[in-house]
C-alpha cells in the first residue's frame, strides 16, 4: 500500500509506437501516462476534492474482496453484484427445518459507483470503476476495474492502514470454535478463503488416550511465553512440526481440524502436485505469507518425493526447495506445520530429521480402547457394560483382521437406526465389508498383473522378430556363406509345423 501516485504505461508504448500514441477510450487527450487511477473532475462531481485527500489503489485481490464486502453492508449502498454462497449453516436450518428456503444464499458485495461512509472520524470514499473497453479471454468476455480508497483530513494515511489492517485481521481470526480454511492460489500468489468451519471438539475425535495427551502436552507446552522466550535466547527458529503417519482412515484428518478449533488456529492447505506452476519460490512465498495464528499442512508428504530424493510425479519444486521452504528464515514466528503420509518408510531422512520434524505421531488400527470409545460416542445412553460387550464382539468376529477407524465409523452410520443391541448383533458386516474391500483389491491386482503379462509378451515377440531380422540380413551380407538350408518333406515334419503355427494364431488372438 501506497499513499504516492502510480505511474501506469500503456500498452502502445511498450510496443515503441511513441509518435503515434491514441488515448485509450475515457482518457483525457494525449495522455499517454497516468499519475492517478481515477478522474478527478469525476469525483468532483460527487463532492470529493482528490486534491484534499489521501489514496491508496486496492490490488490485492484477497484486500478488495475483504473491502468490498465491508462498503456493502453501509446502507446507503444503491448497486451491488450478486454470489452464491452454500453455507453449512443455511442447509443445517433447512434440513432441522427451521428455515423452508433453499441452502443456497446470496450475497451482495458493492457494485460500480463512488461511496464515501466514516470511519474511527474520518470520511472515506471508495471508487468502485470499470476502465476501458470490455474484451475478449479465455474465461469470456471481462473488464479491467479497480478500486481507490481515499481518505480526507490529517492522519489520512494511518486510518486508511488502520481500516485495512482491521478487515485483514477480521478476516484471519478464528471466532470461538469456528476456523478458516486457506488454499494458495498459485496463479495469484496469495492465501485465498475457501470456507468457514465450525471445529468439532477434541474429544469427538477418538483416538488411544496417550497420542492426544501427547500432542496437546507438546503444544501446551510449546505456546507459552516462556518457550519463545528460550528459542529467542538460544537463536532457534519458534515453529513446531509434526509428521502424522500411519494407516489411512485412522483419523489424522480429524485429529488436525480439532486441533484448529481448540488452538483457535486457520489451516492453510498446500498441495505442491496440485499445479505445474507450484515453484520452490511460490512455496517460500507460501509459507512466509501464511495468515497469522495459522496450521500449516502438508498432506500426502510422501507423493512428493521417495526416500532417494526423486519426484514421485512431475514436481515444478525439487526436494532441496522443499526443505529451504521449511527451514525458511524469513517464516514467521509460531508457525505450526502438519506434514501427514501413510508411508513414513518411504521418506528422506533428511526432511524428517531433529529440527524439521519435532513429533512423529502414529495412526494405527482401531485399537480395544478406540472400538468402545466409538461405541459410548454414537450409543451415549447405552447401558453400562455395552460398550466392553461390543468391542469384544468386534474383536471375536475381527480375528486375526484388522479395521480402522473409518471402518468402524462407516459400520456405525450404517446402523443409525438400530439398537445398542442390535448393532452389536451386526458386527459381522464389519468383517463383509473388509472382505468385499479385499475382494475388489485382488480383482484389481488380477487385472494389472494379466495386462503386465500381454505387454510384456508383445515386447518379448517384437524383440524376437527384430532378432531375426537382423540374421537375415546379416546372411544376406556375409554372401550366404557358412548357411545350409534343410528342408524335411515328411508328415511328422508337416504336422509340427502345422502345430507351431496354430501356437502362434492362438498368441495372436489372445494378444488381440
Given at each position: 500500500?501506497?499513499?504516492?501516485?502510480?505511474?501506469l504505461i500503456h500498452s502502445d508504448a511498450l510496443h515503441g509506437d511513441v509518435d503515434n500514441?491514441?488515448?485509450?477510450?475515457?482518457?483525457?487527450?494525449?495522455?499517454?501516462?497516468?499519475?492517478?487511477?481515477?478522474?478527478?473532475?469525476?469525483?468532483?462531481?460527487?463532492?470529493?476534492?482528490?486534491?484534499?485527500?489521501?489514496?491508496?489503489?486496492?490490488?490485492?485481490?484477497?484486500?478488495?474482496?475483504?473491502?468490498?464486502?465491508?462498503?456493502?453492508?453501509?446502507?446507503?449502498?444503491?448497486?451491488?453484484?450478486?454470489?452464491?454462497?452454500?453455507?453449512?449453516?443455511?442447509?443445517?436450518?433447512?434440513?432441522?427445518?427451521?428455515?423452508?428456503?433453499?441452502?443456497?444464499?446470496?450475497?451482495?458485495?458493492?457494485?460500480?459507483?463512488?461511496?464515501?461512509?466514516?470511519?474511527?472520524?474520518?470520511?472515506?470514499?471508495?471508487?468502485?470503476?470499470?476502465?476501458?473497453?470490455?474484451?475478449?479471454?479465455?474465461?469470456?468476455?471481462?473488464?479491467?476495474?479497480?478500486?481507490?480508497?481515499?481518505?480526507?483530513?490529517?492522519?489520512?494515511?494511518?486510518?486508511?492502514?488502520?481500516?485495512?489492517?482491521?478487515?485483514?485481521?477480521?478476516?484471519?481470526?478464528?471466532?470461538?470454535?469456528?476456523?478458516?480454511?486457506?488454499?494458495?492460489?498459485?496463479?495469484?500468489?496469495?492465501?485465498?478463503?475457501?470456507?468457514?468451519?465450525?471445529?468439532?471438539?477434541?474429544?469427538?475425535?477418538?483416538?488411544?488416550?496417550?497420542?492426544?495427551?501427547?500432542?496437546?502436552?507438546?503444544?501446551?507446552?510449546?505456546?507459552?511465553?516462556?518457550?519463545?522466550?528460550?528459542?529467542?535466547?538460544?537463536?532457534?527458529?519458534?515453529?513446531?512440526?509434526?509428521?502424522?503417519?500411519?494407516?489411512?482412515?485412522?483419523?489424522?484428518?480429524?485429529?488436525?481440524?480439532?486441533?484448529?478449533?481448540?488452538?483457535?488456529?486457520?489451516?492453510?492447505?498446500?498441495?505442491?502436485?496440485?499445479?505445474?506452476?507450484?515453484?520452490?519460490?511460490?512455496?517460500?512465498?507460501?509459507?512466509?505469507?501464511?495468515?497469522?495464528?495459522?496450521?500449516?499442512?502438508?498432506?500426502?508428504?510422501?507423493?512428493?518425493?521417495?526416500?532417494?530424493?526423486?519426484?514421485?510425479?512431475?514436481?515444478?519444486?525439487?526436494?532441496?526447495?522443499?526443505?529451504?521452504?521449511?527451514?525458511?528464515?524469513?517464516?514467521?514466528?509460531?508457525?505450526?506445520?502438519?506434514?501427514?503420509?501413510?508411508?513414513?518408510?518411504?521418506?528422506?531422512?533428511?526432511?524428517?530429521?531433529?529440527?524439521?520434524?519435532?513429533?512423529?505421531?502414529?495412526?494405527?488400527?482401531?485399537?480395544?480402547?478406540?472400538?468402545?470409545?466409538?461405541?459410548?460416542?454414537?450409543?451415549?445412553?447405552?447401558?453400562?457394560?455395552?460398550?466392553?460387550?461390543?468391542?469384544?464382539?468386534?474383536?471375536?468376529?475381527?480375528?486375526?483382521?484388522?479395521?480402522?477407524?473409518?471402518?468402524?465409523?462407516?459400520?456405525?452410520?450404517?446402523?443409525r437406526c438400530s439398537t445398542p443391541d442390535e448393532a452389536i448383533a451386526g458386527v459381522t458386516?464389519?468383517?463383509?465389508?473388509?472382505?468385499?474391500?479385499?475382494?475388489?483389491?485382488?480383482?484389481?491386482?488380477?487385472?494389472?498383473?494379466?495386462?503386465?503379462?500381454?505387454?510384456?509378451?508383445?515386447?518379448?515377440?517384437?524383440?524376437?522378430?527384430?532378432?531375426?531380422?537382423?540374421?537375415?540380413?546379416?546372411?544376406?551380407?556375409?554372401?550366404?556363406?557358412?548357411?545350409?538350408?534343410?528342408?524335411?518333406?515328411?508328415?511328422?515334419?508337416?504336422?509340427?509345423?502345422?502345430?507351431?503355427?496354430?501356437?502362434?494364431?492362438?498368441?495372436?488372438?489372445?494378444?488381440?
Open positions: 500500500m501506497s499513499d504516492t501516485s502510480a505511474c500514441l491514441k488515448p485509450p477510450t475515457g482518457t483525457a487527450p494525449s495522455a499517454a501516462y497516468e499519475t492517478t487511477p481515477f478522474d478527478a473532475e469525476v469525483l468532483l462531481k460527487h463532492g470529493i476534492d482528490a486534491s484534499k485527500c489521501i489514496w491508496t489503489e486496492i490490488t490485492p485481490k484477497s484486500l478488495k474482496n475483504m473491502l468490498m464486502r465491508h462498503v456493502a453492508d453501509l446502507p446507503t449502498n444503491t448497486s451491488f453484484v450478486p454470489s452464491i454462497h452454500n453455507t453449512e449453516a443455511s442447509l443445517a436450518q433447512q434440513l432441522l427445518g427451521e428455515d423452508d428456503g433453499p441452502s443456497a444464499r446470496v450475497h451482495l458485495r458493492v457494485g460500480l459507483g463512488v461511496y464515501t461512509f466514516d470511519w474511527d472520524e474520518h470520511k472515506m470514499h471508495l471508487v468502485h470503476q470499470r476502465r476501458g473497453p470490455i474484451v475478449g479471454t479465455s474465461c469470456g468476455p471481462a473488464a479491467w476495474d479497480n478500486l481507490v480508497l481515499l481518505c480526507e483530513g490529517e492522519g489520512a494515511k494511518e486510518a486508511i492502514t488502520a481500516l485495512l489492517n482491521k478487515l485483514v485481521n477480521e478476516e484471519e481470526k478464528t471466532k470461538g470454535t469456528d476456523f478458516t480454511i486457506f488454499r494458495w492460489n498459485v496463479k495469484h500468489g496469495y492465501w485465498g478463503h475457501v470456507a468457514r468451519k465450525t471445529a468439532r471438539s477434541l474429544d469427538s475425535v477418538v483416538l488411544p488416550t496417550q497420542t492426544k495427551d501427547r500432542i496437546t502436552a507438546d503444544l501446551d507446552q510449546f505456546l507459552t511465553p516462556s518457550t519463545y522466550k528460550f528459542y529467542v535466547e538460544h537463536g532457534i527458529p519458534y515453529k513446531r512440526s509434526f509428521l502424522f503417519y500411519g494407516e489411512p482412515g485412522a483419523g489424522k484428518t480429524s485429529l488436525i481440524q480439532a486441533l484448529a478449533g481448540k488452538y483457535r488456529r486457520n489451516l492453510c492447505i498446500m498441495q505442491p502436485t496440485s499445479d505445474p506452476k507450484f515453484t520452490d519460490d511460490a512455496l517460500a512465498n507460501a509459507i512466509k505469507d501464511a495468515p497469522p495464528r495459522s496450521i500449516i499442512v502438508l498432506e500426502d508428504v510422501d507423493a512428493l518425493f521417495d526416500k532417494n530424493r526423486q519426484a514421485n510425479t512431475k514436481l515444478a519444486i525439487t526436494f532441496s526447495g522443499l526443505l529451504n521452504a521449511l527451514d525458511g528464515i524469513a517464516n514467521p514466528d509460531g508457525q505450526l506445520f502438519i506434514l501427514t503420509t501413510n508411508f513414513r518408510d518411504q521418506l528422506d531422512a533428511a526432511l524428517i530429521r531433529n529440527g524439521r520434524v519435532d513429533l512423529h505421531v502414529e495412526f494405527t488400527h482401531a485399537t480395544p480402547e478406540q472400538t468402545a470409545s466409538l461405541f459410548a460416542q454414537f450409543y451415549p445412553k447405552a447401558a453400562e457394560g455395552k460398550k466392553d460387550e461390543f468391542q469384544g464382539a468386534v474383536a471375536k468376529v475381527l480375528g486375526d483382521r484388522k479395521v480402522n477407524m473409518a471402518g468402524l465409523q462407516h459400520f456405525f452410520v450404517m446402523h458386516s464389519i468383517v463383509d465389508d473388509i472382505k468385499e474391500k479385499e475382494e475388489g483389491k485382488k480383482e484389481d491386482k488380477d487385472k494389472a498383473d494379466k495386462e503386465a503379462k500381454k505387454e510384456a509378451k508383445k515386447e518379448d515377440k517384437k524383440a524376437g522378430r527384430k532378432g531375426k531380422g537382423k540374421g537375415s540380413k546379416a546372411a544376406k551380407a556375409g554372401g550366404g556363406a557358412g548357411t545350409v538350408n534343410v528342408y524335411i518333406n515328411s508328415p511328422s515334419a508337416a504336422k509340427t509345423s502345422d502345430e507351431d503355427e496354430d501356437e502362434d494364431d492362438e498368441d495372436e488372438d489372445e494378444e488381440e
